[in-house]
């Protein structure tokens, strides 16, 4: 069993940047790839990007050279950088974590945290 938190979240103005974090527990010896995955208001979850154990990372087109996803295997955390965020970007971000090498579809993750907003607005 892997426990995620996420922290990070807010509101900001268009073209701003935030940063999320998702702190992992519990079975983290394992071998797993940690993504982000978002949700907005009347939406389906949507896949945004992905970081897995040998480092390899995907990300959906409308983030690509915007978002970067890192993690640091020692604290246990993976990162999300925003920029040029845009209010389309507003949504509930989730981190989540599974054992499929590049899982791009939500269905593809074991894992979950409780999500966090972000909310793009002037």
């Known amino acids: 069993q892997v426990q995620l938190a996420e922290s990070g979240g807010g509101l900001v103005h268009p073209g701003g940047s935030l940063r999320l974090s998702c702190a992992a527990s519990?079975?983290?010896?394992?071998?797993?790839?940690m993504g982000w995955v978002r949700q907005a208001p009347g939406k389906e979850r949507e896949f945004v990007a992905i970081v897995n154990w040998i480092d390899g990372t995907s990300y959906t087109d409308s983030v690509k050279g915007r978002f970067t996803i890192s993690r640091d295997n020692a604290k246990n955390t993976v990162y999300l950088q925003m920029t040029i965020l845009k209010p389309e970007d507003t949504a509930v971000y989730y981190c989540?974590?599974?054992?499929?090498?590049?899982?791009?579809?939500?269905?593809?993750?074991?894992?979950w945290g409780q999500g966090t907003q972000v909310t793009v607005s002037s």
């Open positions: 519990g079975s983290t010896k394992d071998s797993y790839a």
């Open positions: 989540a974590a599974g054992y499929e090498l590049y899982a791009v579809i939500p269905e593809k993750y074991d894992y």
